[in-house]
């Protein structure tokens, strides 16, 4: 007979085909937070438009990442509105995102937007009440987010176009 070590795999409990199964609840968070991703990526791009033209990608990062002052969405939120690149709505609409996010991605459960604190927060979404689709609320407002994002990119644009057109007739 043949002696061998436990493994780590033995100890672990049977797989379980149902808990397998209620991955599919946890599919609401992931489409909650994809949304809060893009949104957020919008808004870095945003500030990305209204910042200097000229700092290399370090630079960049040192704003942007690690422990940089715009690496959170909070920071991202707070400093588009401080600069006037959103309104309160937009403001609003987009902390409450962050923290419905930040719900879903710090759970150990599985939350939906008929989860307690998930619902909670959603109350902060503009347009939000009792009877509500809290999931189509949420899909709405950062579309509308969306919207307001790429109209100010879409001048930021222009405006750089005219800027270099400018530059381009009138050499120094």
Not at 23 to 42: C, M, Q, R, T, Y
Request: proline fraction near 3%; glycine fraction near 6%.
């Amino acid at each position: 007979m043949i002696e061998t070590e436990i493994g780590p795999q033995e100890k672990l409990p049977p797989p379980d085909v149902y808990g397998i199964l209620n991955l599919v609840d946890h599919a609401e968070a992931s489409k909650a937070i994809i949304v809060a991703g893009i949104v957020e990526d919008w808004l870095q791009t945003m500030l990305l438009g209204a910042g200097r033209r000229t700092l290399s990608n370090s630079q960049l990062s040192e704003f942007f990442e690690g422990y940089g002052p715009l690496s959170s969405f909070s920071a991202k939120i707070d400093i588009g509105y401080f600069f006037k690149l959103i309104d309160d709505a937009a403001y609003r609409d987009l902390k409450a995102i962050k923290n419905i996010r930040n719900s879903f991605a710090h759970t150990k459960e599985v939350a939906t937007f008929k989860t307690d604190g998930i619902k909670q927060k959603g109350h902060a979404l503009t347009n939000w009440t009792k009877n509500c689709d809290l999931r189509q609320l949420y899909y709405d407002r950062a579309q509308a987010c969306l919207d307001q994002m790429r109209g100010v990119i879409e001048h930021q644009i222009l405006v750089a176009a005219l800027a270099n057109m400018t530059h381009d007739v009138h050499p120094k």
